[in-house]
């Protein structure tokens, strides 16, 4: 906490961490709501604009990731699905994990795309990492259009356990920003570049 030392001189200014817990201001967040915004948005446009295929990456990849699931454990290890195609089994699978592993990386390597913002301009520094969860949402809202087409293609319907498919969302979301919080804040380029050039242990967290 800052505080003033008065003297015959000059005075000083002293600027002390503060010896409890601080809350996250939640006030203020909803304060930058706006800046927030722009902060999606901008990683959305980034992920795509340099892509030929652009969006088509957000469904090309997790088709690709059920093919390959479905070749590997379907086929070769013959794992069980009880009854439900593999394809479809596989694909409901990943949605998920897909949002929570995207959620994280975006989320920790924040800090580090951002840390020419961060030098010249204040604001709620937990920003950056919401951000960094809430983009993928996109490429989750597409990918649930797939899995509902799949579904009404094998004919299957969902069961009344859907209503509870918001709270697994929220979930997923809470847990890869809990960890990206704490890995940005830790300085992720230590741990995504090692300076004795081996394996990249930081995606071995993510993946």
Request: with cysteine.
């Amino acid at each position: 906490m800052p505080e003033s030392i008065h003297s015959d001189k000059v005075p000083h200014l002293i600027i002390r961490p503060p010896r409890k817990w601080v809350p996250v201001d939640l006030h203020e967040l909803w304060d930058y709501r706006e800046l927030l915004a722009s902060f999606t948005i901008r990683d959305i446009k980034i992920r795509y604009k340099q892509t030929g295929l652009g969006f088509l990456w957000a469904i090309i990849q997790p088709l690709f990731m059920m093919v390959i699931f479905t070749i590997i454990f379907g086929g070769f290890a013959k794992i069980p699905s009880d009854g439900v195609p593999y394809p479809l089994f596989s694909f409901a699978a990943l949605l998920p994990w897909m949002l929570f592993s995207e959620g994280l990386t975006r989320s920790t390597m924040s800090m580090v795309a951002n840390s020419n913002i961060m030098t010249k301009v204040y604001f709620p520094r937990p920003i950056m990492p919401i951000s960094g969860i809430l983009s993928p949402l996109i490429d989750f809202a597409v990918s649930i259009s797939i899995l509902v087409l799949m579904m009404a293609y094998y004919g299957f319907m969902p069961t009344i356990n859907v209503v509870f498919l918001p709270l697994f969302i929220l979930l997923a979301l809470a847990t890869s920003l809990g960890i990206g919080l704490w890995l940005s804040a830790v300085g992720f380029r230590d741990v995504l570049f090692p300076k004795d050039g081996a394996v990249l242990c930081g995606y071995c967290l993510i993946y």
